[in-house]
């Protein structure tokens, strides 16, 4: 069974504050992922990354960035969070192959006071 | 520009009535199509792709390429099929997914 696993459940942070979000997956996939779930929007790809250390933009990585150093590990980083950030946090992770199942975290609700 | 629409955020049905969620696709690719659903305190969780043309709890979804549509369809809804279901398409040549907006669906005792 595909386990992607993430650091918080729930996380309150203060306006200002650098929040980093931590996953991990246990199935050697290459890709992850990370959305950002609202109401109304649904899902929205903040970044993604396709191997160690390569990381690409998705539809709103402003005021995001990421790091992977590892390949099972896939950080979300808010440098100076704001209140418009205020939502929950899905990973996801995949095997190389295009069009196969994403598999997905419990996500992080993040609230920013 | 790709999109994928869910035009309902909610829909209600009583228990044993049938059910279909909408979604319609623009894109210039071939699409590669799926259902993804959430229910209450769980993960997001793929139900069903049209490439494997499969059923699953019931559910079934046809891509009609000409209506650019992928609709999600089951004939007796259940109770348990209460939950937020996401159409999403996937980009050929590419790892990213557009995700619609969501429908949530509850079913009514």
Same mark, same amino acid.
């Given at each position: ?12 942070? +203060? ?23 609202? &109401?109304?929007?649904?899902? +929205? ?15 709103? &990585? ?5 790091? +992977?150093?590892?390949?099972? +590990? ?21 095997? &190389? ?8 975290? &419990? ?7 | 520009?790709?999109?994928? %629409? ?14 279909? *969620? /909408? ?20 993960? *997001?969780?793929?139900? *069903? ?10 559910? %079934? ?11 999600? /369809? /089951? ?13 999403? *398409?996937?980009?050929?040549? %590419? ?15």
């Amino acid at each position: 069974d595909v386990k992607v696993t993430q650091s918080s459940r729930y996380l309150v942070k +203060r306006t200002g504050e650098k929040v980093f979000l931590e996953c991990v997956q246990d199935m050697d996939h290459e890709n992850m992922f990370w959305y950002r779930q609202d &109401p109304g929007l649904g899902l +929205r790809l903040i970044y993604f990354s396709y191997d160690v250390k390569m990381k690409e933009k998705g539809d709103i &990585p402003e005021g995001y960035s990421v790091s +992977r150093e590892k390949k099972e +590990r896939f950080s979300l980083i808010l440098e100076s969070a704001s209140t418009n950030q205020t939502s929950m946090y899905l990973c996801a992770s995949s095997p &190389p192959r295009g069009w196969v199942e994403q598999f997905f975290g &419990p996500g992080t609700r993040l609230t920013v006071l | 520009a790709q999109r994928v %629409t869910q035009p309902e955020k909610l829909l209600s049905v009583f228990k044993g009535a049938p059910v279909e *969620l /909408k979604c319609n696709y623009s894109y210039s690719g071939s699409p590669e199509l799926f259902w993804y659903v959430q229910y209450s305190r769980q993960r *997001l969780q793929l139900l *069903l792709r049209h490439i494997s043309r499969e059923s699953i709890k019931g559910f %079934t979804a046809d891509l009609n390429k000409g209506e650019t549509s992928f609709h999600l /369809k /089951k004939p007796f809804a259940q109770e348990e099929d209460s939950a937020m279901y996401y159409c999403a *398409l996937a980009l050929s040549g %590419t790892y990213k997914y557009i995700f619609g907006t969501g429908t949530r669906l509850k079913v009514l005792a």
